[in-house]
């Protein structure tokens, strides 16, 4: 679940609807911005399933009581939440190997130190996967540029949808940590500058350099929570008697 935290309520939008936002993002990048347009679909797929592992999990939001908050996608347990993203890599595998290969590399890239055992095992069978679906790809040298340069679209498209959930519409004051020196991927279509995105109004998501063809509108569902309703009904209660609503976002 990604949350934003306001002072009375909690907005709420699960990680499946993220990812398909940034699926919408990634089809309306130009043509010349995909590389290879052989696998075009199959990246189009990997980018709007990225996160399908999470659709179980954000179905039943979890109190963490040590922060005395909703459990996010950055804080929830790690040896929990990798078995969900097996699933959701097996899952995006049977539709495509080249998309599974790719949500593989997105997910392993997390994982910096997979000290504690259940997490050295995931990572060692994603590692496992990737080499084996390498091999069944044939992906040769500049096959694997390719695959480095849709893994990071993967990754910038992930990042832009992840700004419209975690930062307050229109507040340039208040940015995440996430996206204080632009987004982490660098494309040589920029120059090799980092792409920075800032609201130019609530509605609104300027980019420094956009890879869209056109302005991009989007809408975007979330739950917005209140902090008491959850003191007295708990946060699955409290969550699922909440409706869900929409915003309206356009990037530019």
Known sequence: MIILEREQSYCLVKQNDHAHIAGEIAKNCKNEYLFDENRTEEV?????EHDRGWIDLDSSPVWN?????????????????????????????KMSKYAGLLCSLHYTSFIQDPSEPKVREFWQEEKQRQEQLKKELQLMDKSEETLMYHLDLLK????????????????????HPFFRNGFPQ??????????????SNQETVSLSFSPLNNKVEINLPYKLVMKDNIEEHGILQAYKDTSVSFRKVAFL
């Open 156 to 175: 910038f498209c992930d990042y832009l949808s992840l700004y419209i959930c975690l930062n307050e519409p229109g507040d340039n004051n208040k940015i």
């Open 44 to 48: 189009m797929l990997a980018i709007h």
């Open 186 to 199: 660098l494309f040589a279509f920029v120059t090799d500058d980092p792409i920075v995105a800032h609201w």
């Open 65 to 93: 009581d040590k922060s005395e908050k909703p459990y996010t996608f950055i804080d929830y347990p790690l040896p929990l939440k990798i078995s969900f993203y097996k699933k959701g890599l097996d899952e995006v595998e």
